[in-house]
């Protein structure tokens, strides 16, 4: 699945994100980097129907977002929050369920196929173990990885993200940035998520969008656009990035007063 997005602008009272010019083409990973405030989130909600642009265009394979019907475009984009408290003590396996949601009918009953999405879903991640345990009883690296089981149940082409490791221990951020890398490597899922480390950008074949309050957006690959000085005018801190040779990585660092 292909999106565009054309010189779009959007927020709620008045824009808070302006001109975002982008195509994100089928099996590609983006990264939305920039620092609190500069309107990440109210760019997701645009461009998942959430809100109405206020000016521009966001296209998926050529058809304006509000020409989609909202359960054929639930079939196409999956959403994975940043975090989510049900409202009852649902089973893992129960949340994972939820996304079968838009391929079933109005009776809701579970098909065979949906219980081998469910399965095959908890199976990818590694978490069948956690199917009958209580979503509100686990760790927050578990439920981030319930969520991201549910978007997988969803069998859709693009998985939206927001900060997929936001409040998660180390462990748990390398758990589900793994599994974020496998879904584009091995499945060709395009994935857009939001976060707020410039490491994000160094991820393989990763490309980034900088939303900048003050200056012009930059996108590209991630190798090319995190750069020290990018980084610098978008956060305001001194930092060096590292490239680790033996394993090659690169990592950015902040050199605090």
Request: hydrophobic share 40%; net charge positive.
């Given at each position: 699945m292909r999106m565009e997005i054309q010189d779009l602008s959007c927020g709620y009272q008045g824009a808070v994100v302006r001109n975002v010019t982008l195509n994100v083409d089928a099996g590609e990973l983006w990264c939305v980097?920039?620092?609190?405030g500069v309107g990440k989130t109210t760019l997701f909600k645009t461009f998942l129907g959430l809100l109405k642009p206020l000016g521009g265009r966001v296209l998926f394979d050529g058809k304006d977002l509000h020409r989609w019907r909202h359960k054929e475009l639930a079939k196409r984009i999956a959403y994975v929050p940043q975090s989510h408290e049900p409202p009852f003590p649902f089973l893992v396996?129960?949340?994972?369920?939820?996304?079968?949601?838009?391929?079933q009918s109005?009776?809701?009953r579970?098909?065979?196929?949906?219980?081998?999405?469910?399965?095959?879903?908890?199976?990818?991640l590694g978490i069948g173990h956690?199917?009958?345990?209580?979503?509100?009883?686990?760790?927050?690296?578990?439920?981030?990885?319930?969520?991201?089981?549910?978007?997988i149940a969803q069998e859709t082409a693009m998985l939206v993200l927001d900060e997929p490791t936001a409040n998660l221990d180390f462990g748990n951020q390398a758990r589900v940035l793994t599994s974020i890398?496998?879904?584009?490597?091995?499945?060709?899922?395009?994935?857009?998520?939001?976060t707020h480390v410039p490491d994000h950008g160094f991820l393989p074949d990763c490309k980034v969008i900088m939303l900048s309050k003050d200056g012009p957006h930059r996108a590209g690959p991630g190798q090319e656009v995190v750069t020290e000085e990018a980084i610098?005018?978008?956060?305001?801190?001194?930092?060096?990035?590292?490239?680790?040779?033996e394993y090659g990585k690169r990592t950015c660092i902040p050199l605090y007063p």
């Open positions: 980097l920039g620092p609190n396996e129960e949340v994972v369920a939820m996304g079968r949601n838009p391929h109005l009776i809701g579970m098909r065979a196929e949906d219980r081998a999405a469910v399965d095959g879903a908890l199976s990818l956690l199917r009958g345990a209580r979503y509100t009883r686990i760790s927050g690296g578990e439920r981030q990885l319930t969520l991201l089981a549910r978007a890398c496998a879904l584009a490597r091995d499945l060709k899922k395009t994935l857009v998520m939001t610098r005018n978008l956060y305001h801190i001194e930092n060096r990035i590292i490239h680790v040779k």
